[in-house]
C-alpha cells in the first residue's frame, strides 16, 4: 500500500510540473504570471473569453495556482 501511495504522490506531482512548465513555456516575458496576450498566444485554439473564468482573483492575469485549477480534471483546461 506504501508503494502504491507513494507512486500516485510521484504522479501527481510530474503532472502538476507539466502544468507549471507550461504555463512556464507560455510566459514569455518570466514574471510568473500570464497576461491574456500570453496565454491567448499559447492556446491559440481556445476561446480569449476562457481566460476571465480562469483569472479567478480577477486581477487581469492568470497565476500559477488558477492555472493549476483550470487544467485539473473538470477544469476548464482539462485534457479530455
Not at 13 to 29: K, P, V
Amino acid at each position: 500500500m506504501r508503494n502504491l501511495t507513494l507512486t500516485f504522490a510521484a504522479i501527481l506531482a510530474t503532472a502538476s510540473f507539466a502544468h507549471a512548465s507550461e504555463m512556464s513555456e507560455m510566459d514569455t516575458n518570466a514574471d510568473g504570471v500570464l497576461s491574456v496576450e500570453e496565454f491567448t498566444a499559447g492556446h491559440a485554439e481556445v476561446d480569449p473569453a476562457v481566460f476571465t473564468e480562469i483569472d479567478a482573483n480577477e486581477d487581469g492575469l492568470i497565476d500559477p495556482a488558477e492555472y493549476a485549477t483550470a487544467t485539473e480534471d473538470g477544469g476548464v483546461l482539462a485534457a479530455d
